[in-house]
């Protein structure tokens, strides 16, 4: 199948949330199909709800453009090849760290975005979730 599916976003959504605990940071963990449909989405308690949106644009973000949010935002800076496409799509366009392509077989199937803490923390625990794929 080249898409996550419902149990596959519990694994990455389990694994994320581990992560976060271990940090000590609640967090917004979406999780999103190869269509960037939103899948799956849980709000830890003490999550702030101006990262539900973040979370579910990151992963749709990472998706969308087959790339982390980190390295698109790290690319969209002034003088970058990218720079102004978080003015796209509605604005929808997440260009800081939280969001990762999740892969099987080395074809994108989905997208897991985190949002709640530093951006190094986001990575993090999205990266954490991307190993429980």
Not at 87 to 96: C, D, L, P, R
Not at 97 to 117: E, K, N, Q, Y
């Amino acid at each position: 199948m080249h898409t996550v599916t419902l149990e596959d976003a519990r694994r990455v959504i389990a694994a994320a949330e581990q992560k976060a605990t271990e940090i000590g940071q609640p967090m917004n963990i979406a999780v999103v199909d190869a269509g960037g449909n939103l899948v799956a989405h849980v709000r830890q308690d003490g999550a702030w709800i101006g990262s539900v949106n973040i979370s579910i644009n990151k992963a749709w973000t990472s998706k969308a453009f087959d790339i982390s949010t980190k390295d698109l935002g790290d690319n969209s800076q002034p003088t970058q090849q990218f720079f102004g496409i978080q003015n796209t799509n509605g604005g929808k366009v997440a260009i800081f760290a939280g969001g990762i392509p999740l892969s099987r077989d080395g074809v994108v199937v989905g997208a897991i975005g985190v949002s709640g803490g530093s951006g190094e923390q986001d990575h993090a625990v999205a990266e954490a979730g991307v190993a429980g794929l």
